[in-house]
C-alpha cells in the first residue's frame, strides 16, 4: 500500500527542517484569491451574491455526484442545478419554508435519476450542496444583519481554518482522526476553534455592538468553529468511503471547491438553523447576534 499523501508531504516538511508542508504557498495563493472574491461579492449582495453561491453549490454538487457514481452525470448536474436555482431564488427573497422544499424536492430529483444502489448517496450530495446556497442566501437576506452574519461566517471558518493549519503543523501532537484525516491534529483543532471563536466575537461587537451578549457570542462561534471542522472531518470521510483524494483538481493547492467549502457548509447551515429557531423577525440573520 502506497503512502498517505498528508504523511507524505509532512515527512518531506520535516527532512527540510520545517513542519509547513510544501503545498503551504499554493494554499495561500488560492485562499487570498478567493477570499477577496468573496468578500467583493458579500458586499454587492443581492442577486450578485447569490448567483454567486448558486455557481459555487453546482460546482460541489457536480464534484459529489462524481466522486460517488459516474453514471448520467450530467443529467444529474442539470437537474440538480436548475432546481438549486429555484432554491436560491427562493432564499434570495427571503422564502425559508419554499427555499427548503426546493431544496428536498432537489435531492429526491437528483436521487430519482440516479442508480437505485447510489439515490441515498446522490440525494445526500444534492442536500449537501443545495445547503450552501440556501443558508447564505437566507442570512444575507437581512437589510440589518445580512451582511454581519455572512461576515462573521468568514471570520470564523477562515480564523478556524488558519488556525489549525498552522498550530497542527507547528506544534504537532496526537491526530484527531487518522483513519479519516490523517494530517489533522488535536492541538490544531483545538487552536482552530478558538481563535475562530474569537475573531467571530470580534467581528460582531464590531458589527453589531450594540445587539450582542460577549458571552453567548462567543459560545455561538465555538460551536460554529467546531462545527465547522466536523464538516472538514465528514467531507474526507465521503472521500475516503469512495477512495477519492480530491474532489477535484480545480484549485491549485486545495483539489476542489468541495474540498475548500467543506468547512464553510457545515458552518453555514449550523448558522441558519439557529439563526432561524431564535429570531424574533422576518429576517433570520437577527437570531445570530440578537441574545
Known sequence: MS???????????????????????????????????????????GIVFVAFWWIASVVVLWEWQRIVEADRLFVRVSVGALLLAAAALLALHNRPLFAVLALAATAAAVGFVAAP???????AGALYAGALVVSLGLLQASPSYGLAAILWLFAIVWGADVAAYFAGRGIGGPKLWPSVSPGKTWSGALAGALVGAALGLVVGL?????????????????????????????????????????????????GGLMDRLDAFIAASTFAALVAAA?????FIASGLFQW
Open 278 to 282: 431564535n429570531s424574533r423577525g422576518s
Open 206 to 254: 464590531v458589527l453589531a455592538p450594540g445587539a450582542i451578549r460577549i458571552g453567548p457570542m462567543f459560545a455561538l462561534g465555538l460551536a460554529a468553529a467546531i462545527v465547522s471542522e466536523l464538516g472538514d472531518l465528514f467531507e474526507s470521510g465521503v472521500k475516503r468511503r469512495f477512495g477519492v483524494k480530491d474532489s477535484s483538481r480545480l484549485i491549485p493547492g486545495h
Open 3 to 45: 503512502a498517505d499523501p498528508d504523511e507524505t508531504d509532512a515527512r518531506r516538511a520535516q527532512a527540510r527542517g520545517s513542519r509547513i508542508g510544501p503545498d503551504l504557498w499554493p494554499r495561500v495563493a488560492a485562499a487570498v484569491v478567493m477570499g477577496l472574491v468573496a468578500l467583493a461579492v458579500a458586499w454587492i449582495g
Open 117 to 123: 444502489e447510489r439515490r441515498v448517496w446522490t440525494a
